[in-house]
Each structure stands twice: as C-alpha cells, then as structure tokens.
C-alpha cells in the first residue's frame, strides 16, 4: 500500500485508523529493539496497519517466535495479510477480542505488546478498560509499547502499569513517541 493510499485510507476512517500517515522506520525499528533477538517470545502488534511495522518486528524476533497482529481497517488487513512469514499470525479483527484471539490459540501470556491503537479517540473509560484487558494477557516483566504523535496520554499509560519510558523520534515523519511500560 502506498502512503497516499494509506492516507486516504486514514481520511475515511480515522477513528479506526487514527492517523494519516504510515509508521516510519525510525518509530519501527525503535519499538522492535525493546525485544530480544535471541529469546523464543510471543508478541502481539494491536493496530497493525498495512504491515510497516509488522515487517521490522519480524526481521527482529528470533525463529521459534510467534508475532499476532491484529487490525480492524479491512484494506490495511488485506496488505498486511499479504505477508509471507510462518512466524506471523494476521488476524482481521478488533483489538477488543485479543482475550479470545489468544484463546483459541492456547497462548497463556504474552511477552511484549506493541500498540498503535488511536487512544486519542477513545473515550477515556474504554481505553483504561482496553489497557488493564492488555496488562492482564502479559507475562509478569513484559513490556507493553505504544506509539504515539503526542505526549498527552502519557498518564493514562502511568496510571494502568505504574511506570513509563518516553522515546522521542524525531527522525519519524511526523516525529513521534514510543511509549514503554513495564509489567510489574
């Protein structure tokens, strides 16, 4: 998908979407580094997009790892299930259903989350509500990251899981934040 599709994809449903302008490979390779190279993890990408991100954090985990993205844009879900990788599991569906997504699969716990959902629209209850489902699918030390344009939810991450990393990417177009929490 090319940017300007991606933007007009963006223009018509930026409350699913919440942004008019891919992840850039600054913002991409800065949240997959937080993940091990060389440990067998589970990861789930929320807000996959058209898969930009999806293709740094496959180059980064090990073999034996196991990556779910999940995205509710139908013509971002079509470019994102177009990647070949046995390592990936795209799945067209909302973040909401993460629970029963992992489920089905018989996955416990996950290790690292990285999340690209338009907090910034939501209702302030549903995304406290989403974050606290999130934190409690994570293995006890996880890390959760969240990529952003702004800094002003930062409290709202505080507030779920009692700490907050603030990276800054000015190499991003727009420059933008990766936010990490840590699973205590």
């Not at 949240?31 to 991100?53: K, N, R």
């Not at 990936?88 to 699969?105: D, P, T």
């Not at 509500?129 to 990251?145: A, I, Q």
């Amino acid at each position: 998908m090319s940017r300007i599709q991606f933007f007009f994809e963006g223009i018509k449903h930026f409350k699913e979407v919440g942004t008019l302008t891919r992840s850039g490979v600054a913002m991409s390779q800065k949240a997959a580094s937080f993940i091990p190279a060389d440990e067998e993890v589970v990861v789930v990408e929320l807000g996959a997009g058209d898969g930009v991100m999806t293709k740094h954090l496959l180059d980064r985990i090990s073999k034996n790892s196991t990556l779910i993205s999940i995205e509710l844009n139908e013509k971002l879900y079509e470019h994102l299930a177009d990647i070949q990788d046995d390592r990936l599991v795209a799945i067209h569906a909302s973040a909401e259903e993460l629970e029963a997504i992992l489920i089905q699969r018989n996955i416990k716990e996950v290790d690292y989350m990285v999340s690209a959902i338009p907090f910034i629209v939501f209702p302030k209850e549903k995304a406290l509500e989403m974050l606290h489902t999130f934190k409690g699918l994570m293995k006890s030390g996880g890390l959760y990251m969240q990529v952003h344009y702004a800094k002003r939810l930062t409290s709202l991450y505080e507030s779920v899981f009692g700490n907050l990393q603030t990276n800054f990417i000015l190499a991003n177009l727009p420059p933008a934040y990766v936010f990490v929490c840590k699973k205590k």
